[in-house]
């Protein structure tokens, strides 16, 4: 492993958000302690809003900033190592930051549209921002963690930081799906625990100071010395209880409920980024036990779990008429999509499937933030009942139509990039019988949306329906979240190739071989000096 950087970045990252959350969930809001201003419920819900915007701001910038220094010097660290960004945490670092901002902005229409048709009171408006703060919180410090143990005690305590806001409305259905949440992430993530220990047992006798044995960098480092059947069972406990938490069949069946469930926004946060956090620990352990026993036996169960969450959930999701259900059997696809990318391995699978991570967060977020849209002017998110979106409020139903056939997997929108990858990699790996089989049930899944695109968005809208988009405060969010949608389907920005590619490497554990976007995104790596440079190539030098 490189050496990192001392950095404060991580733990200011970290403070900001916990800092709201606690002020927002302990403070006692009583109206007689406030300013006079904010004496009434609009004015409170005002004050709630500018506190929120600041703690996304917040997060962005700070996401930005370690971001920025990551690809300049390299992997930082701070508290003795046991906070540590390097360029596979930075992915997913900046994930939180754009997708927290763009679901956090929604949230304040969405909420007050909810706060208007008395869903929710000022009390439990609080209580959202408060939590989602909160939430923040939780997923940075997973991937922000170096500790093993502290990786497990943050994805644990995403269950907590999030199960008040699936359950926010207080209605049976919501309140079930939290519940269910609840028990079946913690009893999953219990199993993470146990292969977290058993790395760490291991790592204690081997290592000459047992106190770096909780640390990741440490582990990676001596992973040749640890025991290869106790590195396997410990796989296999990681895969089961953080898979849980990242929706990968079998233990997938919270999911569904909760994205429903929840407040869109929260379900953009679900979909877009929680999922991928529980894969970051997956990929750390994968990394671990790559170094132990090599790749045939990760890869093994990495392409059986993955193909069977694409093709379970392509079926399911066809036959749904819940349009959030529908999106949530999309993304437990999608995660299967990601996993089978990770199992064909290389340089070219593990580039394929970051950014499938990347393209699929913003583009969930995107879409479940327009099925918000839909909910707050049909009332409903029966698809039956949810006709000609187009007519009703046209720009809804052009970004509905958007997210359909970027899901899809159409050009020239990003998914269509980081799938056809995905493919490449499995075809060149030698896989292309799983290929075809993923294949055959992105069709199924291809179907569904195309449904939703005629019947929904193109169909005929019910004539009692008042005609008028919702308001600019929640489409606007949606815009940005489209520009970037299609931004990445026509080209890779060179920041994020050159951060994919050394993520790529980490995982690779220096491998830096050429890595291949697409056809017309083609990049090489090398090594210059220690340092990893990235540079755009022709065909002709290709096939050179």
């Given at each position: 492993m490189t050496a990192m950087v001392p950095s404060i970045l991580p733990p200011l990252l970290l403070i900001g958000p916990l800092a709201v959350a606690l002020f927002l969930l302990t403070l006692p809001w009583f109206r007689e302690s406030l300013?006079?201003?904010?004496?009434?419920?609009?004015?409170?819900?005002?004050?709630?809003?500018?506190?929120?915007?600041?703690?996304?701001?917040?997060?962005?910038?700070?996401?930005?900033?370690?971001?920025?220094?990551?690809?300049?010097?390299?992997?930082?660290?701070?508290?003795?190592?046991?906070?540590?960004?390097?360029?596979?945490?930075?992915?997913?670092?900046?994930?939180i930051g754009v997708v927290g901002l763009m679901t956090g902005l929604y949230s304040i229409a969405y909420i007050r549209h909810d706060l208007e048709s008395g869903a929710i009171d000022a009390g439990k408006v609080r209580i959202y921002y408060g939590f989602f703060s909160?939430?923040?919180?939780?997923?940075?410090?997973?991937?922000?963690?170096?500790?093993?143990?502290?990786?497990?005690?943050?994805?644990?305590?995403?269950?907590?930081?999030?199960?008040?806001?699936?359950?926010?409305?207080?209605?049976?259905?919501?309140?079930?799906?939290?519940?269910?949440?609840?028990?079946?992430?913690?009893?999953g993530v219990a199993f993470g625990l146990y292969?977290?220990?058993?790395?760490f047992s291991n790592a204690a006798d081997v290592l000459a100071d047992p106190h770096q044995a909780v640390l990741w960098t440490a582990l990676v480092g001596h992973a040749a010395e640890l025991d290869p059947m106790l590195v396997k069972l410990a796989f296999v406990f990681a895969l089961i209880g953080f898979g849980t938490k990242a929706g990968i069949f079998p233990m997938h069946a919270w999911l569904p409920d909760a994205h429903s469930e929840a407040p869109s926004p929260v379900s953009g946060l679900l979909s877009g980024v929680l999922l991928k956090c529980a894969l970051l620990i997956v990929i750390r352990f994968y990394v671990i036990t790559v170094g132990t026993v090599g790749t045939g036996f990760p890869q093994m169960l990495l392409l059986t779990l993955g193909l069977l969450s694409v093709g379970v959930s392509s079926?399911?999701?066809?036959?749904?008429?819940?349009?959030?259900?529908?999106?949530?059997?999309?993304?437990?696809?999608?995660?299967?999509?990601?996993?089978?990318?990770?199992?064909?391995?290389?340089?070219?699978?593990?580039a394929a499937?970051?950014?499938?991570?990347?393209?699929?967060?913003?583009?969930?977020?995107?879409?479940?933030?327009?099925?918000?849209?839909?909910l707050m002017k049909y009332g409903t998110r029966d698809l039956r009942a949810v006709k000609g979106v187009l007519r009703v409020?046209?720009?809804?139903?052009?970004?509905?139509?958007?997210?359909?056939?970027?899901?899809?997997?159409?050009?020239?929108?990003?998914?269509?990039?980081?799938?056809?990858?995905?493919f490449m990699a499995g075809l060149n790996e030698g896989y292309g019988w799983i290929m075809a089989l993923c294949a055959l049930f992105?069709?199924?899944?291809?179907?569904?949306?195309?449904?939703?695109?005629?019947?929904?968005?193109?169909?005929?809208?019910?004539e009692t329906m008042a005609k008028g988009d919702v308001g600019w405060k929640a489409l606007a969010p949606l815009g940005v979240l489209a520009v970037l949608v299609l931004t990445l389907g026509f080209a890779v920005p060179q920041p994020l190739s050159t951060l994919v590619q050394q993520a790529t490497a980490v995982v690779m554990?220096?491998?830096?071989?050429?890595?291949v976007a697409a056809p017309w995104q083609t990049y090489d790596t090398v090594r210059a000096g220690g340092q990893l440079v990235t540079g755009s190539l022709s065909q002709t030098e290709i096939s050179k």
């Amino acid at each position: 492993m490189t050496a990192m950087v001392p950095s404060i970045l991580p733990p200011l990252l970290l403070i900001g958000p916990l800092a709201v959350a606690l002020f927002l969930l302990t403070l006692p809001w009583f109206r007689e302690s406030l300013p006079e201003a904010f004496a009434t419920d609009r004015g409170s819900v005002t004050l709630l809003e500018r506190i929120h915007l600041g703690s996304i701001g917040y997060v962005f910038l700070l996401s930005v900033a370690a971001l920025i220094q990551v690809l300049s010097n390299g992997a930082i660290s701070a508290f003795g190592d046991w906070l540590f960004v390097d360029a596979l945490g930075a992915v997913f670092m900046m994930l939180i930051g754009v997708v927290g901002l763009m679901t956090g902005l929604y949230s304040i229409a969405y909420i007050r549209h909810d706060l208007e048709s008395g869903a929710i009171d000022a009390g439990k408006v609080r209580i959202y921002y408060g939590f989602f703060s909160l939430f923040l919180f939780t997923m940075l410090l997973a991937v922000t963690a170096n500790n093993i143990i502290m990786m497990w005690a943050a994805i644990e305590a995403t269950t907590l930081g999030s199960a008040f806001l699936v359950g926010l409305y207080g209605q049976k259905s919501s309140l079930e799906a939290a519940w269910k949440y609840v028990i079946i992430c913690t009893v999953g993530v219990a199993f993470g625990l146990y292969g977290t220990v058993l790395v760490f047992s291991n790592a204690a006798d081997v290592l000459a100071d047992p106190h770096q044995a909780v640390l990741w960098t440490a582990l990676v480092g001596h992973a040749a010395e640890l025991d290869p059947m106790l590195v396997k069972l410990a796989f296999v406990f990681a895969l089961i209880g953080f898979g849980t938490k990242a929706g990968i069949f079998p233990m997938h069946a919270w999911l569904p409920d909760a994205h429903s469930e929840a407040p869109s926004p929260v379900s953009g946060l679900l979909s877009g980024v929680l999922l991928k956090c529980a894969l970051l620990i997956v990929i750390r352990f994968y990394v671990i036990t790559v170094g132990t026993v090599g790749t045939g036996f990760p890869q093994m169960l990495l392409l059986t779990l993955g193909l069977l969450s694409v093709g379970v959930s392509s079926l399911l999701f066809f036959v749904q008429q819940d349009l959030k259900r529908k999106l949530a059997y999309s993304s437990i696809e999608n995660v299967g999509l990601i996993v089978v990318a990770l199992g064909v391995g290389g340089p070219l699978g593990i580039a394929a499937a970051l950014l499938h991570t990347i393209n699929h967060s913003v583009t969930k977020a995107l879409f479940f933030c327009s099925a918000g849209n839909v909910l707050m002017k049909y009332g409903t998110r029966d698809l039956r009942a949810v006709k000609g979106v187009l007519r009703v409020a046209p720009a809804t139903g052009l970004l509905m139509m958007g997210c359909a056939l970027a899901l899809a997997g159409f050009p020239p929108f990003n998914i269509f990039v980081s799938e056809f990858m995905v493919f490449m990699a499995g075809l060149n790996e030698g896989y292309g019988w799983i290929m075809a089989l993923c294949a055959l049930f992105l069709c199924i899944t291809i179907a569904g949306l195309v449904k939703i695109v005629a019947d929904s968005v193109l169909g005929k809208s019910p004539e009692t329906m008042a005609k008028g988009d919702v308001g600019w405060k929640a489409l606007a969010p949606l815009g940005v979240l489209a520009v970037l949608v299609l931004t990445l389907g026509f080209a890779v920005p060179q920041p994020l190739s050159t951060l994919v590619q050394q993520a790529t490497a980490v995982v690779m554990n220096g491998d830096s071989r050429p890595v291949v976007a697409a056809p017309w995104q083609t990049y090489d790596t090398v090594r210059a000096g220690g340092q990893l440079v990235t540079g755009s190539l022709s065909q002709t030098e290709i096939s050179k």
